[in-house]
């Protein structure tokens, strides 16, 4: 006999919009479209559309699980067609436009999207692809206000619409990884993944949201479910201010005129912003919090945007987690620290949520210990991490639920957690390890160089050396002896590069991260001068 129970109240993605239009239905979201133009919403106007999206889409016969694809920029319209799918129980999936032909038509086909809503911008691909992709059967543009365009779809239906229901673990999105190497694989979010990660991603811990919160993310809708803010913004109650370019004049304006306290993304970003602000005078006033994630941060642009009087929050994950692994948090003695304690803590990968948990084996498959030195294979599992790719015959992860992350890590006594290393871009010289982050990030704190990345070259003695490949910030004449004497300031002795290279530009994967497998093919039978 049950002598109490809690309610069955199931884990639906719906849910976090009905509770933010309910709760929260007047709080805005701006948007900035790519004709420079700008558009007003709120929380109850996206519950309102959403449902008409969903009105639509059950005419057009797609059914619960069907795919929904979106190729657009950052903008509400295109929020409003990810609660619209996954209100009817599709499955939204969004492309990223920035990928090449192949992979665009792979990744339609691969998911069978039935719908492609889409910004005109990028029409040309669209044009150029639409023969092969075999599987659309509507093309909707977002911003086109004729009798086709989305705003006639919305004038058209009138909401009227019950979300459909059901299990939590019904999937509600899917997201393709950029892989450099191989198709992209698919990672499909269930509705229980979405909602407890969201949960997990309004704490002060992670993004600290609020009703109060104003937040611009830079991160694009399309990458890795835009680091979850969507929905931890819709159960916040936050505003949002969406911007479908990432030009850093634009993004400056619009975080002044609507006094965003938030913002994430990639650290490009804030190169970009740094640049702004230096030949303007301009600055962000009222950001609180800078979220950066999609690869390591520099120390310098830690040091400089906590100068500005903004808390940094290093962010770790990856497609497959949802994407939140860790977030750097103050500990108890944050206010005790010296400046350097604070900048040396904050450029490690942060800490787990409650949810997430991390362990290091190294290549016997031995447990690491938590002493900030012993590196390895950093493995993670939890509630919102991947178990299998879409369409995968196996699981990828092993029989503990652990799924290996393709990252080299150490773990801090602290649980701090700090990557060292992708697994494939660690430099091996002599038999020991040199960290491309670390040589990396020490470059780009040097006066005048705008990127850097480190690959190993073959060495006769030492099997593999490092040469930097840098990118000089606009008018620098920064020399190699300059850098060399920054690095050797910050990295031992042994892992100063054997040359230094400059270059125009450093190729990007469609994330921003530098594309690594492209410089390490491009490099490969380099002649060291020294040898």
Known sequence: MTLGAMQDFELR?????????????????????????ETRTDWAGIHRDARRVAQRLEKWDIKPGDRVATFAMNHHHHLTAWYGAIGMGGVIHTINPRLFDEQLVYIANHAEDRVLFYDRQFQPIVDRLKPQWTSIEQYVAFDDHGPEGFQALLDAEDGDYVWHEGPERDPCMICYTSGTTGNPKGVQYEHRSTVIHAMAEVAPAVFNLSSRSVVLPVVPLFHAAAWGLPFACALAGAKLVYSATNEASVICRLMNQEKVTHSAGVPTVWLAMFQHMDVTGEKPEYLQQVTIGGSACPRAMIERIMGMGVVV??????????????AGTPPPHWDEMSKDEQLDLVSKQGQVPFGVELRVLDD???????????????????????????????????KDQWFDTGDVAVLHPDGTMQITDRAKDVIKSGGEWISSVDLENAAVGCAGVGEAAAIGVYHPKWDERPILLVVRKPGSNVTPDEITAHLAKHVAKWWLPDEIVFIDELPHTATGKILKTDLRARYKDYKLAAV
């Open 13 to 37: 993605v719906m849910r976090l919009l009905d509770h933010a239009a309910r709760e929260h239905g007047k709080r805005e979201l701006v948007s900035y479209w790519a004709d420079g133009s």
């Open 313 to 326: 929050k290093h962010l770790w994950g990856m497609t497959e987690t949802s994407p939140i692994g860790t």
């Open 364 to 398: 016997e498959d031995r447990l690491q210990p938590r002493d900030g030195v012993s590196s390895g294979r950093l493995q993670v599992r939890g509630p919102w991490v991947v178990k299998r790719y879409f369409k995968a015959e196996a699981d990828a992860v092993d």
